[in-house]
């Protein structure tokens, strides 16, 4: 059982995927470029990561129990 003052081990699990096109502004594009060699990884990386990202917080929000009425 993972306890909170443990560190989270991160496993990676291969899952079922798909090529998509995607048309970005070029300015998007370059700024997504730049931002991917700051933090040493490449534009798919980190277009995952912003997509995974974005999604996981709509996913929790979504998914969220209303706090009852005062």
Request: avoid cysteine; glycine fraction near 2%; aromatic fraction near 4%.
């Amino acid at each position: 059982m993972h306890m909170p003052d443990e560190p989270a081990e991160l496993r990676w699990q291969p899952r079922a995927s798909e090529d998509v096109t995607l048309r970005i502004p070029s300015d998007t594009l370059d700024a997504l470029r730049e931002v991917a060699e700051r933090r040493d990884m490449s534009v798919e990386a980190l277009m995952k990561l912003y997509v995974g990202t974005s999604l996981h917080r709509d996913l929790e929000r979504a998914f969220e129990t209303p706090s009852p009425d005062p």
